[in-house]
Nanobody, 125 residues
Framework: QVQLVESGGGLVQAGGSLRLSCAAS????????MAWFRQAPGKPREFVAA????????NYADSVKGRFTISRDNAKNTVYLQMGSLKPEDTAVYYC??????????????????WGQGTQVTVSS
């Protein structure tokens, strides 16, 4: 059983920064590709960023390229999302996800096997 717990969300003004964390337990974290998704009210869950199990190789949605950075610390079983230059349209619940079968840095949510409960990010104008 794998559990993922997100933290670090909050309310910020446009142009500000936040760092989200996702702590994993109960599995083999270093074997999993990891990703962040987000879901705004009334909209489908969308891909944000992904990182390979060993780090280094990443994938980003066009909407966040140059502003967000995904990273991981396998020794701490934690993946991060550093968010900068935040915009009101970044407002969403952000979810951490794990791919245990190494399907690649997929953008579809069905590629991921474990999910956290989400953390709210609100960006005010």
């Amino acid at each position: 059983q794998v559990q993922l717990v997100e933290s670090g969300g909050g309310l910020v003004q446009a142009g500000g920064s936040l760092r989200l964390s996702c702590a994993a337990s109960g599995g083999f974290f270093s074997n999993y590709n990891m990703a962040w998704f987000r879901q705004a009210p009334g909209k489908p869950r969308e891909f944000v960023a992904a990182i390979r199990r060993s780090g280094g190789i990443t994938n980003y949605a066009d909407s966040v390229k140059g502003r967000f950075t995904i990273s991981r610390d396998n020794a701490k079983n934690t993946v991060y999302l550093q968010m900068g230059s935040l915009k009101p349209e970044d407002t969403a619940v952000y979810y951490c996800a794990a791919d245990r079968f190494d399907t690649g840095l997929r953008t579809s949510r069905n590629a991921y096997d474990y999910w956290g409960q989400g953390t709210q990010v609100t960006v005010s104008s």
